[in-house]
């Protein structure tokens, strides 16, 4: 980074940081080691689902210099805080969920499958995972409470969901920032064999020249086949189509931000069942 661009973007980062604030307190209570988790790719018509994983633990001192909410930085500032989160972290893992995977067991069960391959990843087992939004999609209910028939072998970790944990846990924001770039990347990759689907403009995304070419040509393999890939018509009928069918359309780009900033900035702030409705149907909440 230079040093003008140091000084540029100073005000925001001492306006809004993420801190170490809440990973400490949990640490003091027991949890000594933690796992922040974040999620992109949920509202796309193609491509995996991705999450990330950050672990630390108390010999991890401050996150590296501008580490923020994946959705507040460039696509050069994501990719430049790779290698320094890497360094900094007790361990890290990034794990996806196919278009296949999420078209057979729903997005849900696919978000939970990714976590789990994050985790896998890390070569440790947290203490604690630090989830951003306000539904724990990474427990599978059949593993705890009285649901859990049988004691597992390994038992999931313990989850906290944390409201815009991506915007106040360094920890959570650099999970984000590794999920994002990871998954760019993949799209950018596949992008040449797709070239009609603008996929390293859109990374998967329902902007206007991705639907286009799925008006006009179809969905491909990697595409979420089992999801209303042309949609929505108007709200009310998007949500009662979304709620018979069980169809998804990610939201469409705009220039309040790239489309999974809309949908992690919806998943925060609305009860899982009307976010996933609203989802579903492509309405962006603002």
Known sequence: MTATSARASAPSARAGAPSLRVERAYQRAGYRVLAGMDEVGRGALAGPVTVGVVCIDETCRSAPTGVRDSKLLTAARREALVRPVRRWALAW???????????DIGIMRALRLAGRRALAACGIVPDLVILDGNHDWLTDPAEVGLLALTAAADPPPLVRTRIKADLSCSSVAAASVLAKVERDALMVRHAPAFPAYQWEINKGYAAPGHRAALAALGPCELHRRSWNLTGPLSLGEGVAAGVAAGVAA?????????????????????????????QEVGFDGR
């Open 93 to 103: 893992g990034v794990g996806h969920a196919s278009p296949a995977e999420i078209d």
């Open 250 to 278: 990610g939201p469409a780009e705009g220039p309040g931000g790239s489309p999974d900033e809309v949908a992690e900035s919806l998943s925060d702030g609305t009860p899982v069942m009307v976010h996933d409705v609203l």
